[in-house]
T-cell receptor, first 110, second 119 residues
Framework: QQQVKQSPQSLIVQKGGISIINCAYENTAFDYFPWYQQFPGKGPALLIAIRPDVSEKKEGRFTISFNKSAKQFSLHIMDSQPGDSATYFCAARWTSKLTFGTGTRLQVTL | KAGVTQTPRYLIKTRGQQVTLSCSPISGHRSVSWYQQTPGQGLQFLFEYFSETQRNKGNFPGRFSGRQFSNSRSEMNVSTLELGDSALYLC??????????????????FGAGSRLTVL
């Protein structure tokens, strides 16, 4: 199966809080798991990515946790800021093709 | 370093017409992919070109086609437009050369997209 399931569909977090977005996949052939951030009127932009042989990767306030046995991975945004309000997509790569999750609309309130 | 450039940004067509969208990848990137983004289906892979050859193809009807030129620029064409073809069409480029190669730099960089409205 090529599907990537993403949840939640939308998320409201207060400023300073932690935003958590979850994804699950089926195809064990996927070899790279990026997260993209998309603002209205813009194309998706790479945020952070992880390989399946790594359990966690952190870049600033953004952390990916990866559970290979469960075929799940998640994005944690620490100290969420209003500027983080955007739509987030998880994805999984096989050959040159990315399969995307359905997206999570994050709103960070003051 | 210039990003991925897509033209036109917005266009309106009527059913039955055809449309051609253009994409200029990041300099040095030889792989160009196309994705369709709609509220209902999300981001869906159309096709990928590398060195003027289609290397990968998604599950879209034959009305959707593409090509890549020797300078890596790419075009996609949709013929006999249907209302359901209304979408944001995204082009992305990368330096990805093959499955055995792994690097963060090989991940796709997207353009801002071409928003197609079919009336």
């Amino acid at each position: 199966q090529q599907q990537v399931k993403q949840s939640p569909q939308s998320l409201i977090v207060q400023k300073g809080g932690i935003s958590i977005i979850n994804c699950a996949y089926e195809n064990t052939a996927f070899d790279y798991f990026p997260w993209y951030q998309q603002f209205p009127g813009k194309g998706p932009a790479l945020l952070i990515a992880i390989r399946p042989d790594v359990s966690e990767k952190k870049e600033g306030r953004f952390t990916i946790s990866f559970n290979k046995s469960a075929k799940q991975f998640s994005l944690h945004i620490m100290d969420s800021q209003p500027g983080d309000s955007a739509t987030y997509f998880c994805a999984a790569r096989w050959t040159s093709k990315l399969t995307f999750g359905t997206g999570t609309r994050l709103q960070v309130t003051l | 370093k210039a990003g991925v450039t897509q033209t036109p940004r917005y266009l309106i067509k009527t059913r039955g017409q055809q449309v051609t969208l253009s994409c200029s990848p990041i300099s040095g990137h030889r792989s160009v992919s196309w994705y369709q983004q709609t509220p209902g289906q999300g981001l869906q892979f159309l096709f990928e070109y590398f060195s003027e050859t289609q290397r990968n193809k998604g599950n879209f009807p034959g009305r959707f086609s593409g090509r890549q030129f020797s300078n890596s620029r790419s075009e996609m064409n949709v013929s006999t437009l249907e209302l359901g073809d209304s979408a944001l069409y995204l082009c992305a480029s990368s330096s990805f050369r093959g499955q055995s190669e792994f690097s963060g730099a090989n991940v796709l960089t997207f353009g801002a997209g071409s928003r197609l409205t079919v009336l």
